[in-house]
């Protein structure tokens, strides 16, 4: 008996194996850009993420939500709080119960979190023809070579050629496989850009990247920079404790 149980895992595993294999020999790597989030120095560009909510606002939010986000967390990238509480009193939340033991509708508060589109998966999936649209809160940490891997999938739509496509799908050799339910979402102009930028395709994802990758790690610079003074600490706290080893062993010699 366990040896028949270890077979069906071990022909289980082999299926799933060569499933992997044959999504991966269909998906191209991401194209490599060079962003200033990058490396050991890499910092938050604000007028970029500012733009990107832009863009999520405005294409993404309508399928992809972004619920690990508060919207007070935009103080820290150039929002002042009146316009934060402007843009959380936008949506309506469902609050309660009141005195009445009433569920009750209110504008976001700033304390508040980015809502989700839909009211839970099933409602998602029946919008969007099977299709359950991600969350975008850690998107950009939870994919490989993520901010890579979401500008080209945003930007790298193509002629599906001799693949064949099913209603409702749509050709992208970025995506595992190669084909996804989501059509594509940047255009050129697609938005109009309260700081004037040219809203090109590659500008837009761009900084929807920029943002997403904020989104996902927030604390990213802070972080950074206390390992660069903790590196600073330990290197000056090398060369003084040489410094007191040759002076004890001195005389000694």
Known sequence: MKLHLACITLICATLLGAQALAASAHQEHPRQLKWEFDGVFGTFDEQAIQRGLQVYKQVCASCHGLTRVAFRELTKVGFSENEVAKLASDYTFTDGPNDDGDMFER??????????????????????????????????????????????????????????????QYYNPYFPGGLLSMAPPLMDDMVE???????????????????????????????????????LFLFVFTILFYIAKKRVWADLH
């Open 107 to 168: 504008p976001g508060r700033a304390s508040d979190k980015f809502p989700a589109p839909y009211a839970n998966e099933n409602a998602a999936r029946s919008i969007n023809n099977g299709a359950y649209p991600p969350d975008l809160s850690l998107m950009v940490k939870a994919r490989p070579d993520g901010a890579n891997y979401v500008y080209s999938l945003l930007t790298g739509y193509k002629d599906a050629g001799d693949t064949p496509v099913g209603d409702g």
């Open 193 to 231: 850009y309260q700081d004037g930028t040219k809203a090109s395709m590659d500008q837009m994802a761009r900084d929807v990247v920029s943002f997403l990758q904020w989104a996902a790690e927030p604390e990213m610079q802070e972080r950074k920079r206390m390992g660069i003074k903790v590196m």
